[in-house]
């Protein structure tokens, strides 16, 4: 398959991984940020052939579970109780509300429906204007603008049916709320691709400066992956500290100036709640208030009592990579994919069902 | 030519759409099959219009049902009718037995037009005279709309062992090498890029196909062998895997490099964040076969036409009991477990 087959080459994998074997001399402690990367170095049975002194730390990056418990209860509450045409990415039917997911909701007879894009649920809300159809806006800046671009497509054709739940957060604030945590001792980070093809990789230039740490912007098949911890890992060994591109076939420097734009005219900054993390100031980005009609949480006055999370449940040092999903005492025992305690274990990117469905043998 | 050039004329009816007056036993369900339903079908055994068949059979007998809910009914290259009875014939063959004699029932949805209904009978009537089977009892039921998906399809079947044939999971043993028969996860995609909200241009066909003949010339050949068979539908190569190595108390080692997927297909699969090890294939069977004779089976497998693709992606190993290991093309090494629920397609 041309433009992958030559990024999981096996002889290219192989020339990074002795380079990396050859330069690597101390102990190291990398930050993948993004759940994709954290799936393919699973996947790909990368963490078993790197050098035994670099660890890699699973970072925050997986936006189904960093969506707020109260969230979730909200969006299966306006599916089950309210009528409302339920639309979600896949990935967030099975994360577990306080009661019930989306999926169970949908057993006892709520309308959600998995979508590939939000503009399939603006269709929808075309072919039901009988029904109010929402769209559970979740992810990071990689899917802020097609969502932003669903509620102007809405606006534009004179919708009063739609509106999007959105659950949306930022990557550089969570950076830093990871290195100003005290337990989470990262010395470098691989960014997340995607997120800088939309928003271009200034944001993290701050960052660099202001924590003395090398950032490599990286892409998710194994050779990518190989390569940007490659440079991060060079950076360490010369005591350097810079912000670096790997992934510069997909990454322009200032990103993509027509999505920046959408998401400036449907969203602003504000502080977000991260499941498990906690509230990170400037984090995450909610529908302006111009546009309240076409958010899904000032349109329906739903007022759900916050629920105490899991006792057991360990996503949030999961997520900032204080503990490995195996070092949970859950883990594959009472926290399954069939059986979530936490969203980590059921999200396509979360570190949990990484380990769960392809730890390599040695582990498991 | 496939099952959806072919066509017979449909018959002149005063009805277009199936209404619940159609199962409710009396005139209008007379109306029904009489209208074609058992000229179209029509063998001897079928033709006594009794309550059910009666036959004589010799042997040691197999006996499998399955049932057939798929959405879309209608999907390139094929439709539920044709997958209804491939379906049974290859849950059959993959006992090792001859297909002989189907049972076939339909539940459907009031509304079905009756076009649509006469293009899946004119598929049911072509697969099983190809794959030579015969339908020799069946059952109709009209449900309300709202209260099924267009149509639902059971059949249920009967076929005879081969005398060589001792498929049995307790002959699983290390050292046993697994055989793939084709590309896998074709089925799966073809419906995916015709369902609704999902659809993307591909020229990605369903692989449906009886597996009856080629497992009797396999068997006829390789006999006692031929130690395990399984069609990997539902839940795919990597379900199927996990229950022989679950069942065997064995492990199984499979190499991503020899898995024969589709460029297509594996691009759609990517796209989609679908891993082709649990998507659904229909034309497609794994064996677990002795190591002296895996090559010669794959020789001549690989002479069959429809089976060229043909592979041995890996064996049966003692390390790591009930797991399936894969090594990745990349050389890593990773679990491939069991499917749980269905697969989600990801955000991003």
């Not at chain 1, 890699?56 to 009528?83: E, Q, S």
């Not at chain 1, 929808?124 to 800046?141: L, M, S, T, Y």
């Not at chain 1, 097609?146 to 949306?168: C, D, F, P, T």
């Not at chain 1, 420097?253 to 906690?278: H, L, M, S």
Request: glycine fraction near 8%; charge should be negative.
């Amino acid at each position: 398959m041309k433009f992958i087959s030559e990024y999981r080459n096996p002889e290219v994998v192989e020339q990074y991984i002795n380079e990396i074997h050859k330069i690597t001399t101390q102990n190291w402690t990398i930050m993948e940020v993004c759940g994709g990367q954290t799936h393919s170095l699973v996947k790909n049975g990368i963490l078993n052939i790197l050098p035994s002194k670099i660890t890699m730390v699973h970072g925050p990056g997986c936006p189904v579970c960093v969506t707020p418990l109260n969230l979730i209860d909200k969006a299966v509450y306006l599916a089950l109780n309210k009528g409302v045409i339920m639309c979600t990415f896949g990935d967030m039917i099975r994360v577990p509300g306080s009661e019930k997911s989306l999926l169970e909701a949908k057993a006892f007879g709520a309308d959600v429906r998995i979508l590939y894009s939000p503009l399939e649920a603006v269709k929808i809300a075309q072919e039901n204007p009988d029904k109010q159809v929402v769209f559970f806006a979740v992810g990071f800046e990689t899917t802020a603008p097609a969502n932003a671009l669903s509620v102007l497509h809405a606006k534009r054709l004179g919708l009063n049916n739609y509106s999007i739940l959105a659950s949306h957060v930022l990557v550089p604030p969570a950076i830093e709320a990871v290195m100003n945590d005290d337990t989470a001792r990262i010395q470098g980070f691989l960014a997340a691709g995607h997120v800088c093809t939309i928003m271009g990789i200034s944001d993290y230039q701050p960052i660099v400066e202001k924590y003395q740490i090398p950032i490599v912007v990286t892409g998710f098949e194994p050779v990518d992956l190989l390569h940007g911890i490659l440079m991060v890992v060079k950076q360490l060994e010369n005591g350097e500290k810079k912000l670096e591109n790997q992934y510069s076939r997909v990454v322009k420097p200032e990103g993509n100036p027509e999505a920046i734009k959408v998401i400036n005219e449907v969203f602003e900054t504000q502080d977000r709640e991260w499941r498990g993390i906690g509230t990170i100031p400037m984090s995450g980005w909610e529908v302006k208030s111009t546009l309240t009609e076409f958010d899904a949480n000032k349109k329906f006055a739903i007022n759900i009592a916050k629920a105490p999370e899991c006792a057991e449940c360990i996503a949030g040092l999961v997520l900032k990579g204080i503990k490995k999903p195996y070092e949970c005492s859950q883990f594959g025992k009472n926290c399954t994919p069939e059986k979530p305690l936490g969203a980590p274990m059921v999200s396509s990117e979360g570190a949990c069902a990484a380990y769960f469905h392809y730890a390599n043998v040695e582990a498991v | 030519m496939n099952i959806t050039q072919m066509s017979c004329p449909m018959p002149q009816l005063d009805f277009e759409v199936i209404t619940l007056g159609h199962g409710s036993g009396g005139i209008l369900t007379n109306k029904l099959l009489e209208s074609g339903v058992f000229d179209l079908l029509k063998n001897p055994l079928l033709d006594q219009k009794h309550d059910g068949a009666i036959f004589r059979l010799d042997g040691q007998l197999a006996f499998s049902t399955d049932s057939y809910v798929i959405s879309p009914i209608f999907f390139p290259n094929s439709n539920i009718g044709e997958l209804a009875i491939n379906g049974t014939v290859n849950d059959l063959s993959m006992c090792g037995a001859i297909p002989k004699y189907l049972s076939l029932s339909f539940i459907i949805e009031e509304g079905l037009t009756m076009k649509e209904f006469w293009e899946i009978l004119v598929a049911i009537k072509f697969t099983a005279e190809k794959a030579g089977v015969q339908i020799v009892t069946g059952d109709t039921k009209v449900v309300e709309r709202g209260k099924g998906d267009k149509i639902f399809i059971n059949t249920s079947g009967i076929g005879v062992i081969h005398p060589k044939a001792n498929i049995n999971i307790k002959n699983v043993k290390t050292g046993d090498k697994i055989i793939i028969s084709g590309h896998i996860a074709t089925h799966g995609i073809a419906i995916m890029s015709v369902r609704e909200g999902l659809e993307f241009e591909t020229s990605i066909e369903s692989d449906t196909q009886h597996l009856n003949f080629v497992i009797k010339e396999l068997l006829d050949e390789f006999g006692n062998n031929i130690h395990l068979l399984r069609d990997p539908t539902r839940g795919g190569v990597a379900t199927v895997l996990n229950e022989i190595a679950r069942d065997a108390k064995l492990g199984c080692d499979i190499i991503q490099s020899q898995i024969p997927v589709l460029e297509e297909v594996e691009g759609a699969c990517e796209l989609l964040g679908l891993d082709p090890l649990y998507v659904a294939n229909e034309g497609v069977f794994m064996a677990i076969v002795a190591a002296e004779v895996a090559d010669n089976i794959l020789k001549k497998l690989k002479s069959i036409p429809n089976f060229e693709h043909s592979a041995c992606i890996g064996e049966v190993v003692a390390e790591h009991p009930k797991q399936v290991v894969l090594k990745s093309k990349i050389g890593g090494k990773r679990v491939v477990n069991m499917l749980v629920g269905e697969q989600l397609p990801r955000i991003c």
